[in-house]
């Protein structure tokens, strides 16, 4: 495989929870991310505005020379995705198949639940992606908008955090689903409040973690090398960039949340 | 006075409140109204990112032959109402030196609370502007980032938003104010949240009605008719034009929770 960057792209910080998982499992491929922070976020926005905003960002990635995109926005890979890989001339990966994958993989009883922001959820995609795939599995979804708020404002496992997951996931409590797709790149921070409330019947899938593995898959880890160099040892990366197209006061403090490492001088990016 | 319309700008939706009691006080005016939905929310970004939309939206205001323009954004005010004035050559009026003035008017004891969006607090123009009017007035400030998206899942009077609203607020508890000024627009909508919770000891200032008495004094009922015309009898509205450059899925059942009447078709602007 080519030594050129992957790039990893999404509406704003949420995608850095895919960059670490991404990392962790090829430690031997430069990344470039960018975060649409001018933008952010893309949930509650329309289709055709969601698909304009994605060209703009998979525009600057390909200027970039990446080999591959990653599209670790789900509202982005719902509404843009088939346009984007028709677009350009490169292998584009979204990240609502990994997770649907991954859902199946796990669930036994076919009754699989689905969270995601406004856009995501009103998508349907992933009931379609599970359908074509196990036509006898059924999804119910439910939109949460307040969870990426409250995740940006760290408010990850207090009071107001459960009384609102409890809110958003009654509407589940019906259902008997075994299987919970975290449907947006922010929720993997609420694992634990949501864990709690559905209890231990019900499995979590973390999109970030299945779209790293599918990288590993794509990409693979030997082949990944660059002519030349050596394999790294364990804890030492390749080249790491990281742009956003707005340096909002908050960014670093709430990156430094997603990614769990020191972040690389961060520029910036204009669409 | 022109017949020409006056502009009303706000990063999404919640300007509508100021469009509404615009038209309740001056309801011979014609409005056109634009909010910027495809890259809302303003106050979770950079300056120089809030003066270049804000630029761009009295841009298409003005190509709309406005004679004035209101930036009903406290966030657009905060960080580009100078620049905005110096770029145009009619009256722009940002939305927070009327509820400055009104807060003073209102102030016993020159305690002043703000709360705003994390932009609005840090730009700090609040407390210039006080201090410009009365060297002795103090000012408490408190972002309060998750109000927005509150207002917006319409949880207006839950117990979730209580329980924000108190966390928020607590940091008011010693400072003795006795008024706080609702520095967004989207907070007239949370009003009596906020009011149950610091009592009846403490005025809340809303720009929106600080807005339009300010655009009273500027263009005067009489004066502002159309030279032929009769002046409207109660009920009766000059037209309104409402754009936005998003259609967000949500936008009007949003947009009719502010604006508390029936909407005109909206449309769409390219910036």
């Not at 020379?65 to 982005?76: L, Y």
């Not at 719902?78 to 990966?93: E, G, N, S, V």
């Not at 708020?149 to 958003?168: C, F, G, M, S």
């Not at 030349?228 to 080249?239: I, L």
């Amino acid at each position: 495989m080519s030594s050129k960057p992957i790039g990893i792209f999404d509406s704003g910080v949420g995608g850095l929870t895919v960059l670490a998982a991404t990392r962790r499992l090829l430690p031997n491929e430069s990344l470039v991310y960018l975060g649409d922070t001018a933008r952010v976020p893309y949930g509650n926005k329309s289709a055709e505005t969601i698909l304009k905003y994605s060209e703009e960002c998979c525009a600057f990635l390909a200027s970039k020379n990446v080999k591959a995109i990653v599209i670790a926005c789900n509202t982005a890979s719902a509404h843009a995705l088939p346009y984007l890989q028709h677009r350009f001339h490169f292998p584009i990966i979204g990240v609502i198949e990994p997770g649907v994958e991954e859902a199946l993989r796990v669930s036994k009883n076919r009754h699989i639940g689905l969270i995601g922001t406004e856009a995501t959820v009103r998508s349907e995609i992933y009931a379609k992606e599970l359908k074509k795939r196990d036509s006898l599995a059924t999804v119910s979804s439910q939109a949460c908008p307040l969870f990426v708020p409250l995740v940006e404002e760290d408010w990850l496992d207090n009071e107001i955090t459960r009384a609102v997951a409890q809110k958003y996931l009654t509407s589940f409590g019906e259902s008997n689903i075994d299987t919970l797709i975290l449907g947006c790149t922010h929720y993997p921070l609420l694992k634990k409040v949501i864990g709690e409330l559905l209890g231990p019947q019900v499995s979590l899938i973390d999109s970030a973690e299945a779209i790293a593995r599918k990288c590993l898959t794509l990409f693979g880890e030997g082949a990944s090398l660059p002519a030349g160099r050596q394999a790294k040892v364990s804890g030492s990366f390749s080249p790491l960039e990281i742009y956003i197209t707005d340096f909002s006061s908050r960014f670093e403090s709430i990156a430094k949340r997603f990614l769990e490492t020191t972040l690389p001088p961060i520029k910036k990016a204009v669409l």
